[in-house]
């Protein structure tokens, strides 16, 4: 059945298996959309007054 969907809707079954998952922790909150850019890191820019 989860391969009749995938194919249906253009996605791999890992990929809806992610959803799924997501589904069943987090509810309807799970079908957003989410970033996959690395996090910012923690250190920031140095500025330029203290790179000397």
Do not use: K, N
């Not at 079954?13 to 079908?31: A, K, L, P, W």
């Amino acid at each position: 059945m989860s391969q009749d969907l995938c194919r249906e809707h253009g996605m791999s079954r890992d990929t809806f298996s992610r959803y799924v998952t997501r589904f069943r922790t987090e509810g309807i909150d799970g079908f957003i959309r989410r970033s996959t850019a690395p996090p910012a890191p923690s250190w920031g820019t140095r500025s330029p007054a203290s790179s000397r």
